[in-house]
């Protein structure tokens, strides 16, 4: 790998090797010290146009964990608000020193468009663009499953056979459509549910099932529910009457948790999590959400791609 822009485009046996190698990251946050010497004398940035808390933090942990140095690019404070384009932005960056640039923008392709380009020479990470992909929350996603069904033999086995059901705001979810390609490329079988009008034009070639009965659903006690949050943000009209409709056709109820309580369903979220309207309190906080597991799996995630994208490239 060069660079990690999509799942759409990964590859079976790219994606084992990142999920393996972060099982053997996962030992370095049990140290006391936890640092590698990997990646030293190498630099990160982390260039965000979007605000970010789990995923900045995270790059910057894992960046750190192996010893490399972290530039975090302030685009608020930068000559980006005074219109530098996103090419003088980069080739500056790397000017100084930057050998791998970790992506968050709010323009879906953006990604790709740095990548491909020429712009730079610098491994790229896509951090999130628009509504596209989100490829490390769904390898994340993928490493944090595997781990609860496996436990420390997780290493080479992948998803199949799952059943994993998403739910919610699809259409604006770059973290659905992740999720969506890593999991059938895993093995596992996926189920799409919320409002018909938060459904992707051509959802229906995707490799799914769609149900719009999320309580059907439930009593099919899946390996796993994720339910996502609604992107009013990236909304410009109204896609369903109220946030109480909503709630009742699609959010995770005290009374549809009770369907899966104590079973084997694993309640998931990418964060950050609206109580109250995708997710309830009592879900919220059950033993079977592993949303906190999510967070700290994800720095060993993305110290894996780090690793593999710059250990033995020059400067190492």
Do not use: C
Not at 13 to 24: G, R
Not at 215 to 220: N, P, R, V
Request: no cysteine; net charge neutral.
């Amino acid at each position: 790998m060069r660079h990690l822009l999509a799942t759409r485009n990964l590859s079976y046996d790219n994606a084992m090797a990142i999920l393996d190698t972060a099982q053997e990251m996962a030992t370095v946050s049990a140290r006391s010290i936890k640092k590698l010497p990997t990646l030293r004398g190498q630099t990160v940035v982390n260039l965000f146009f979007e605000d970010s808390t789990r995923t900045r933090t995270s790059f910057e942990a894992a960046a750190k964990r192996l010893s490399a140095d972290v530039l975090n690019f302030a685009v608020k404070t930068s000559s980006v608000s005074k219109g530098e384009s996103l090419k003088d932005t980069v080739q500056t960056l790397e000017a100084i020193g930057g050998d791998a640039i970790v992506m968050r923008h709010w323009a879906s392709g953006a990604a790709q468009q740095l990548a491909n380009f020429g712009w730079s020479s610098s491994a790229v990470i896509n951090a999130g663009d628009g509504t596209h992909e989100h490829p490390t929350q769904a390898l994340l996603d993928a490493f944090t499953l595997r781990h609860r069904l496996h436990g420390l033999q997780a290493s080479g086995k992948d998803l199949n056979g799952l059943h994993v059901v998403i739910v919610g705001d699809i259409l604006h979810s770059r973290v659905a459509r992740s999720n969506v390609w890593l999991l059938h490329t895993l093995g596992a079988k996926v189920t799409l549910s919320g409002p018909p009008t938060l459904m992707p034009v051509g959802v229906t070639t995707w490799p799914v099932e769609i149900n719009y009965d999320l309580d059907a659903l439930l009593t099919q006690q899946p390996d796993a529910i994720m339910m996502l949050r609604v992107q009013a943000e990236r909304m410009s009209g109204d896609f369903f009457p109220s946030a109480a409709e909503y709630t009742r056709g699609w959010g995770l109820t005290n009374d549809r948790y009770k369907t899966i309580e104590g079973a084997g369903t694993l309640i998931m979220h990418p964060g950050p999590m609206n109580r109250g309207l995708e997710i309830s309190a009592a879900a919220a906080d059950s033993a079977q959400n592993t949303a906190l597991e999510q967070v700290a799996n994800g720095v060993s995630v993305r110290m894996a791609v780090l690793y593999l994208l710059l250990a033995g490239q020059p400067g190492q």
